[in-house]
């Protein structure tokens, strides 16, 4: 069980993205919280960045998540075996949610590798993040 | 997300009903978790119990319902979130709902019944390395 907890990104009290002491997101949102390694939240980040690119319903993917953008016009978002419906403006505070929180997270000192996806994880939180003119201010 | 969980009934370690020191219900099932006020609990074990009755495609409680897929798989809604469940993992939650109710009763009533406040941030958090403060530079 985790007890130690870091706030990388809060959108309010009931949506937030805190990482424990074994390397895990905790990303809750609403009624529900999932539990991502660093490499699943980057995988996840990477799905919703071109997840905002869709201007017409379709289904993406980025294993272990799936992104679809519905015909009736609201996000449906699959990690693993849960899954959150979001209309659009919801679907867009989630997406800068993660932005905040990958940021945070790559400004960690390295941790220990996640508990809940053992196996072949890369290092996590180990990478630099170049400042570049996309970005606002220096991440170094 | 709380401090203290007091695990009332679990299949494994990442399947498991819990009672937090908000009143809060917590529903862990492998790489996350529903937080649910007591009252929608027990919609949801209501919703769960019709579900061992035959011949049905959807079920529909407040705030909750059950999906049949084509493919024999099932669909547990609750608000805007849903949960992805295999024929057994449905008949083991009913399982884990009907072993946990009596207790998760007699522990909410102790806590008063329904009160119950939103489990917030954990309070053990830290703050990490230049919160508040960064460079312009």
Known sequence: MCIQFTTLAESNDFRHILQCEHGTLHLSWDLVTLYLSASEFEHLLNLLERGTRLVEPAKISEPPCILSYKAQGYFQ???RNFALNLTPIDFLILVDLVRVAWRAACEQPALEQPSVSAGDQPPMFQRTVAASAQVSFSLN | ???Y????????EHQYLACCEHGAVHLGWYYGAF???????RRVATLLEQSATPH????RGEGCGLIRQRNGCFQLWIGQAVLFLLEAELYQLVELVRAALPTLEQMLMENGGNSWSQPRLHSSQTKR?????????
């Not at chain 2, 049905?56 to 079920?59: P, Q, R, T």
Request: charged share 20%; net charge negative; aromatic share 12%.
């Open chain 1, 77 to 79: 978002l699959w990690i």
């Open chain 2, 5 to 12: 969980l007091e695990i009332v009934a679990q299949i494994g």
């Open chain 2, 129 to 137: 390395p230049g919160d508040g403060t960064f460079s312009l530079n």
């Open chain 2, 35 to 41: 937080h649910l006020r007591p009252d929608d609990f």
């Open chain 2, 1 to 3: 997300m709380c401090q």
């Open chain 2, 56 to 59: 049905w495609i959807e079920l």
